[in-house]
Structure formats: C-alpha cells, structure tokens
C-alpha cells in the first residue's frame, strides 16, 4: 500500500484532530445511511446546496461540479459521487490543521455548493471538485464556463474514475475547454511543490471505494489490473502553475468522506488521503 511520509509534528497533529473529532462524535456520520436517494440528492441521500446570489463571506469554500453522464461506469453514481460530504469533511480538518478560514453552513459544517459550469456563481468558487467524470459530457458552453474559470484563477480536482475508457472519457472532453496543443496533461513529478506544501507526499495512494474495499475483503485497484497504479495528472497554465489535478485509479475523496464508518478503513486510508488533500488545496491557495 503505498503511504506518504509526513514531518513528525504535522503527523501527530493529523491524528490528534482528526482521531479525536471521529471517537468523540461517536461515528455520527455512520447514522446518516448510505446508498443513493434519488436524482435531487448527494450520494448519500444530503439535499443539494446551491450557492445563492450572494455568498456569505469570502472565506474558502467548497465546490462540487453539478454535470450531465453521457455513459456509465460500474459502480458509480455520476455528479452525485461523493457528495457533498467529501468536500466537506475535506474543509473541516483543512481548518483545523491550517489558520484557513473557511465559509461555514452551521457549526462545524462547511459549505459545499453545487454549482455548474454556466453558473455566475462558479467564478465565486475557491475551487471545484468532481467525481466520476469517466462519465462526464461538456457542451460547449459548460466548456467555455471551464476554461473561463480557470483563466481567472480558479482551480478544479477530478477524482475517483477508473480504467482507460474513464480517462478515454474525461480527457475527450476536458479538451474541448483546454486543448491539449496548448494545455497538455502531465504526470506531476514527486519533486512538484505540490507534494512537499505541508505535508513530505512520497507516494499517490490508492483509495479504493468502502463499499469496494469491504465486498472485495481489502482490494484497493477497483479495476484490477487495468487500474493497478494511482496517479496524480495536472494540467498547468502558461506560467506553469497547476490549475487542475486529476487522482486518476484512486478514490481520494472516499478518505474523507467516510472517515467516520470504519475504524479499519480510517487507518489505512484517510490520514494519506488528508495528506494529499491538504496539499493539493494549500497549493492552490499559494499559488
């Protein structure tokens, strides 16, 4: 299994927030239930929260991209993938391991808006996240509302697809807003700061999804073989900064959302999932 490397103190201050807020909420998430609630919900059944005309502050908030599936893949649930509590717990301990401020729907719950890609309020967005986009369709608009986006500084994660049809998939249409003659996707070195921003990232872990890992006995490649090796891509701009990562052959989101179900499933995934996570945002927000 691969695992990242973290600096002692940073380490400990991963397990003392995170450990902590997980034992003494007594797993809460785990009461939320599981399995898929119908086309107007998150994946785990949360009503949808859609930014309204007005943000209520200008702290950092999460995004979670609202699209079209124009094909399936096994086991996945398309925009609703991961939803909205990937983002969120994401937040949660991205204000508690850093001097962050983040917008907060209510006590301890960050916001996690879904916006599309035509929305005004996309460009109101710290960043946005997407799953599952093996499944994604672009229509022009929705592609220049993306390359827009990202030209005036904003910043998009893509996780948990796949397989080669789900990266045949997302990078047909990821070149409709940033053709690949100019905005070519490149395997991120090690040596990236994207890797070294707080936490030492020696390695892309692999995260499988729980229901996977349960039903499997522990497997991690959700496509055996074909999808053996987890990999961060990245697209940068013309000044070379990173504008949007692809943890392709990887669940990250999966470590957060589900911190709180399975003891066994937290320690073996989440503190490297919140190490590459965190990174990836402090990136962003540095860059």
């Known amino acids: 299994m691969p695992r990242a490397s973290t600096r002692p103190v940073v380490?400990?201050?991963?397990?003392?927030a995170?450990?902590?807020?997980?034992?003494?909420?007594?797993?809460?998430?785990?009461?939320?239930?599981?399995?898929?609630?119908?086309?107007?919900?998150?994946?785990q059944g949360d009503p949808p929260e859609f930014p309204p005309d007005l943000f209520p502050?200008?702290?950092?908030?999460?995004?979670?991209?609202?699209?079209?599936?124009?094909?399936?893949?096994a086991n996945g649930a398309g925009w609703r993938?991961?939803?909205?509590?990937?983002?969120?717990?994401?937040?949660?301990?991205?204000?508690?391991?850093?001097?962050?401020r983040v917008s907060w729907?209510?006590?301890?719950?960050?916001?996690?808006?879904?916006?599309?890609?035509?929305?005004?309020?996309?460009?109101?967005?710290?960043?946005v996240m997407a799953s599952d986009v093996g499944t994604i369709g672009l229509t022009p608009e929705e592609a220049a509302g993306l390359r827009a986006y990202l030209e005036k500084g904003g910043f998009l994660w893509v996780d948990d697809f796949w397989g080669e049809a789900a990266w045949t998939q997302w990078s047909r249409e990821l070149a409709k807003a940033l053709p690949p003659s100019e905005f070519p996707i490149e395997d991120v070195p090690f040596t990236d700061a994207i890797f070294h921003t707080m936490f030492e990232v020696e390695a892309v872990p692999q995260v499988p999804s729980i229901r996977f890992w349960r039903a499997t006995g522990g497997a991690t490649s959700e496509r055996g073989a074909e999808s053996a090796q987890a990999r961060l891509r990245a697209v940068r701009d013309t000044r070379?900064?990173?504008?949007?990562?692809?943890?392709?052959?990887?669940?990250?989101?999966?470590?957060?959302?589900?911190?709180g179900e399975d003891p066994q499933f937290f320690y073996q995934f989440s503190p490297n999932g919140y190490a590459i996570g965190i990174n990836i945002l402090l990136y962003h927000l540095t860059h």
């Not at 380490?11 to 003392?16: E, G, I, P, R, Y």
């Not at 995170?18 to 998430?29: C, K």
């Not at 729907?105 to 960043?127: I, M, N």
């Open 105 to 127: 729907l209510s006590e301890g719950v960050p916001h996690a808006w879904l916006v599309r890609l035509t929305d005004d309020a996309l460009f109101r967005c710290s960043y």
């Open 81 to 100: 993938t991961d939803y909205p509590w990937g983002e969120r717990h994401l937040l949660m301990r991205f204000s508690e391991l850093t001097k962050t």
């Open 18 to 43: 995170v450990i902590i807020v997980v034992l003494t909420a007594g797993y809460a998430y785990a009461q939320r239930g599981g399995g898929f609630f119908g086309a107007a919900r998150g994946e």
């Open 57 to 73: 502050d200008s702290n950092v908030n999460a995004c979670h991209l609202l699209y079209t599936s124009v094909r399936a893949e």
């Open 11 to 16: 380490l400990l201050a991963v397990f003392t």
């Open 240 to 259: 070379g900064r990173i504008v949007a990562v692809m943890t392709h052959n990887t669940d990250i989101s999966d470590s957060f959302e589900r911190e």
